[in-house]
């Protein structure tokens, strides 16, 4: 069953880069009484992802935060070292967004976001998805729906919506 708006998010361990290496983020924790915008893209570095939806939300960073916002997060079912390289190149990093490896796709596949294209190498990875999430809850959901294509998942669509 795919997320819908709503639905309080599943308990979910991600993981990031922390000062000694890998450590696991309980995403219960991260949006517990808070207001945060999560997207998620099928993978670091592949084309859409890399060069239009992290720059949206790099772009709109500071709108979010005026519509009070508290954290925007990038998921994707990438290791969490590929996940800081990436959110270093992009420049993601140093704008505040924090970047999550959800590395075993394991919560991409309890929200009903995750999907499989062998053919090009695209194994277990997430659908792209902008969501609003208020207290763990689902305020504002934007799955994309084309191909390669980033237009209703993109920071610029989400932050109008809130």
């Avoid at 772009?59 to 979010?64: A, E, G, N, P, V």
């Amino acid at each position: 069953m795919t997320i819908s708006l709503g639905d309080r998010l599943p308990e979910a361990t991600l993981v990031a880069i922390g000062e000694n290496g890998p450590a696991p983020v309980a995403l219960a924790d991260r949006l517990k009484g808070r207001k945060v915008a999560v997207f998620a893209v099928p993978g670091a570095f592949t084309p859409t992802c890399h060069s239009a939806h992290v720059p949206s939300f790099v772009r709109t960073k500071d709108q979010f935060a005026a519509k009070g916002v508290d954290e925007i997060i990038c998921i994707s079912v990438n290791d969490p070292f590929v996940m800081q390289a990436w959110g270093e190149a992009t420049g993601a990093t140093a704008a505040g967004i924090t970047m999550l490896s959800d590395a075993d796709g394991s919560f991409s596949k309890a929200i009903g976001m995750s999907f499989d294209v062998a053919a090009i190498g695209l194994i277990g990875r997430s659908k792209r998805y902008a969501m609003m999430v208020e207290d763990g809850v689902v305020t504002v959901f934007h799955p994309e729906t084309g191909k390669g294509t980033c237009e209703v998942s993109g920071g610029e669509a989400l932050v109008a919506a809130i």
